[in-house]
């Protein structure tokens, strides 16, 4: 069972910069694809961005790229976000996920295309 312990939320003004880490144990996390959701008060779950087994392959929801980085060591078994120039619309709980065993597109926008998720951590963004 893949268990994702996620850190790193928090509170920071418009325009600032946070980092989200999100450490997987109890699986094989060098052959899983990663990707991150977040969710606003009364929004549906939305997609943030994904990242392949290797690293070399990354994919953005369109309203957070440019802003946003995913990234990942699979030597210490997390995934990070960092997130740039953050606004109010930001203000969501970011969750992690993962796709187990995956080598295929990283086009992983959809929740339903994830095995594990993260207990989520709130991220509010003050203007």
């Known amino acids: 069972q893949v268990q994702l312990v996620e850190s790193g939320g928090g509170l920071v003004q418009a325009g600032g910069s946070l980092r989200r880490a999100c450490a997987a144990s109890g699986g094989t996390f060098s052959t899983d694809a990663m990707g991150w959701f977040r969710q606003a008060p009364g929004k549906e779950r939305e997609f943030v961005a994904a990242?392949?087994?290797?690293?070399?392959?990354?994919y953005y929801g369109d309203s957070v790229k440019g802003r946003f980085t995913i990234s990942r060591s699979n030597a210490k078994t997390t995934v990070y976000l960092q997130l740039n120039s953050l606004q109010p619309a930001d203000t969501a709980v970011y969750y992690c996920?993962?796709?187990?065993?995956?080598?295929?597109?990283?086009?992983?926008?959809?929740?339903?295309?994830?095995?594990?998720w993260g207990q989520g951590t709130q991220v509010t963004v003050s203007s």
């Open positions: 990242i392949s087994w290797s690293g070399r392959t990354t």
């Open positions: 996920a993962a796709r187990r065993s995956y080598s295929g597109s990283v086009t992983l926008s959809q929740a339903y295309e994830y095995d594990s």
